[in-house]
């Protein structure tokens, strides 16, 4: 991926399903739970798709949530972001080596989340945001994921973040890399209440260290986020 330090204040970021990911998961969906279909036609949704596609910008399957949550950072919009996580159940899980080495705590709730958000979104120096998801299909949970089983598993396969921003002294600037990294996304699914009535929120992300790790070179997005809490 490219640094571009000439971007104006808007970030822009892409998220993606790769099929090479997709099958890499149906692979493995016996040893990792059963594989659910992520999308939702619009005569399913019924008359209520169309509120729901202005509120989310897409249709509402549960993978769509993750690529509107992504579009709502690209804005820079901490009102649209919250609208995807539920405030109540979110916890943020950082990779236990950060915690470990940096002393981050293990898990944050909503209104740190929220905070982080807002500090990196309003952050003047921030010149630029670039996010790829590569996701796999959704998931039930297994009984090891020790979350409820009526919520739903989405594995970011690979996570690539790239932060610029900068030098508070005047050099060149900062980048944040996240390279080869993953995570896992948690959402909670209403069986028999149609999307477009309760749509899915995200109750909980889990961050993995994977690869090379060396701020400000590379890093974790748990790491990342660590900075304008």
């Not at 808007?10 to 990911?21: E, K, Q, W, Y």
């Not at 279909?37 to 008359?47: M, P, R, T």
């Not at 209440?193 to 109750?203: A, D, E, G």
């Amino acid at each position: 991926m490219s640094v571009r330090t000439t971007f104006r204040l808007a970030p822009t970021l892409r998220c993606f399903a790769s099929c090479a990911g997709l099958a890499i998961l149906l692979n493995g969906c016996q040893e990792q739970g059963r594989v659910l279909n992520a999308e939702v036609s619009e005569d399913e949704l019924g008359s209520g798709f169309e509120d729901s596609a202005q509120r989310f910008g897409v249709r509402p399957g549960l993978r769509k949530v993750l690529f509107s949550m992504v579009d709502a950072i690209e804005d820079r919009d901490v009102a649209r972001y919250s609208e995807h996580f539920d405030a109540d159940q979110f916890r943020f899980v950082f990779d236990p080596l950060d915690a470990e080495e940096y002393g981050f705590p293990s898990v944050w709730d909503w209104g740190a989340e929220r905070t982080s958000a807002l500090n990196m979104f309003a952050d003047d120096m921030v010149q630029s945001i670039e996010v790829d998801l590569v996701l796999g299909s959704v998931q039930m949970p297994l009984p090891s994921d020790g979350v409820p089983m009526n919520w739903r598993k989405i594995e970011a396969l690979e996570v690539a973040v790239e932060l610029v921003t900068e030098d508070p002294e005047g050099g060149e600037s900062v980048i944040y890399k996240v390279v080869g990294g993953r995570a896992t996304f948690f959402l909670e699914s209403h069986p028999g209440v149609s999307l477009w009535r309760r749509p899915p929120l995200i109750t909980e992300w889990r961050d993995h260290r994977i690869g090379k790790f060396q701020p400000t070179e590379y890093t974790t997005w748990g790491w990342i986020k660590s900075q304008y809490r």
